[in-house]
């Protein structure tokens, strides 16, 4: 039976959910003490989707901020799209990006919010909708076939200043983190915390387990190229974003210049930079957020590019968003170009116990079950959506 993708915007809702980290996470740009977001509610027919926007407060990672987001959503997409119909998802996006340069953040949450939606009115799981969407891209049936379950990896903040001994409490948190049954260890890099900290972390994991760093942009090639090359030494899978967040070309002359492979996080914005990557062979590994591209439409687009070069290898990152965005990147990790185990861990990494609205729970085999609801009403404990956000109102 063909899936019905109309709907109307009966009304809008806006709720700021916040979680507080149980340490704070720290990355070469700054420092993340807690998770804000928006949380997008979008009513039609009696349904309900729910959509997660989870940028920075400040611009670090981001141009967008909450400020930004919430902003956009007050002066244009409230009073643009309330009331409003939409034969498909393609017409939703569309009326999103019209005028609207950037703000894939903002533009994530509405889309999102509208994926739930169909969800609910179609009760089927958001990876069944995805498996349909990916078929009508003409992916084939082979690479459209999603996994019952993905694999999670733990990605390693740097420690703060007030850490009289960074090495030791950089082996000890990866140490617990081993314990716990994560695939792979990621460590955050910046200048001056590099080929140390990668020696203790690869002392830690050992020689043939799966690490790899993240810089987050914080490296030039010009200045840095020679650490950049003694970081070889140490086996890893790859570096993820070690230039500018914006580039392509410097990544691509770095690729010729050491061989340990790049990954693009922050350059990856759309499926056009996707192909623009390809064609100047600056990177084929993709770490896909759908926060940063703008939806779950978009993060398929760039499947379909990956599809269709044929030797891209893609993992799922996070921000990390709550359980309530984190859903829409585990279905889209579930889908076989997704080679390498994912951001997504369990909510007890990040928060409280008892915090997160959608409680992300990993086996001690370093999986998590991709959920078979039908729309995100079907797991919210509503107890704590309340307790822990509250309405924005302007």
Request: proline share 6%; aromatic share 10%.
């Amino acid at each position: 039976m063909p899936m019905d993708t109309s709907f109307t915007i009966d009304s809008i809702r806006l709720r700021l959910l916040e979680l507080p980290f149980q340490i704070p996470f720290r990355i070469s740009g700054g420092i993340c003490l807690n998770r804000k977001s928006v949380v997008v509610e979008l009513d039609s027919g009696g349904a309900t989707g729910y959509g997660e926007s989870a940028p920075n407060e400040v611009p670090f990672y981001s141009g967008e901020t909450l400020g930004s987001v919430l902003a956009l959503y007050r002066d244009l997409y409230l009073p643009r799209l309330a009331g409003k119909s939409f034969p498909s998802l393609e017409a939703f996006d569309e009326e999103l990006a019209r005028g609207v340069r950037g703000n894939r953040f903002a533009r994530a949450g509405f889309e999102n919010a509208a994926w739930d939606l169909l969800c609910r009115k179609n009760r089927l799981p958001l990876v069944k909708l995805i498996e349909e969407k990916l078929l009508q891209l003409g992916i084939t049936r082979e690479l459209a076939r999603p996994r019952p379950f993905i694999e999670s990896g733990v990605s390693v903040g740097i420690p703060g200043s007030e850490e009289k001994e960074p090495l030791s409490t950089l082996r000890r948190w990866i140490r617990g983190y081993l314990e716990e049954g994560y695939r792979r260890v990621k460590i955050k890099i910046q200048p001056g915390w590099e080929i140390e900290a990668c020696e203790a972390a690869r002392a830690e994991v050992g020689p043939g387990f799966l690490l790899w760093t993240d810089a987050n942009a914080s490296f030039e090639l010009e200045a840095h190229r020679p650490v950049l090359r003694a970081m070889d030494r140490f086996g890893l899978a790859f570096h993820e974003q070690p230039l500018h967040h914006d580039d392509l070309l410097d990544h691509a002359r770095l690729g010729k210049e050491i061989r340990t492979p790049i990954c693009f996080d922050e350059s990856l914005k759309s499926a056009r930079v996707a192909r623009q990557a390809l064609e100047v062979n600056a990177s084929r590994l993709w770490n896909i957020k759908v926060q940063r591209v703008g939806g779950l439409l978009e993060a398929l687009r760039i499947y379909k590019v990956a599809a269709e070069a044929g030797s891209v290898a893609l993992w799922a990152g996070t921000m990390p968003e709550s359980g309530i965005g984190s859903q829409a990147a585990i279905a889209l990790a579930a889908f076989p170009l997704f080679q390498y185990p994912t951001d997504l861990e369990p909510s007890s990494r990040w928060y409280a116990p008892g915090h997160d609205p959608i409680e992300l729970v990993m086996g001690r085999d370093g999986t998590i079950a991709v959920p078979e609801n039908r729309g995100l009403a079907e797991l919210i404990d509503w107890d704590r959506y309340r307790r822990f956000s509250r309405p924005i109102e302007f």
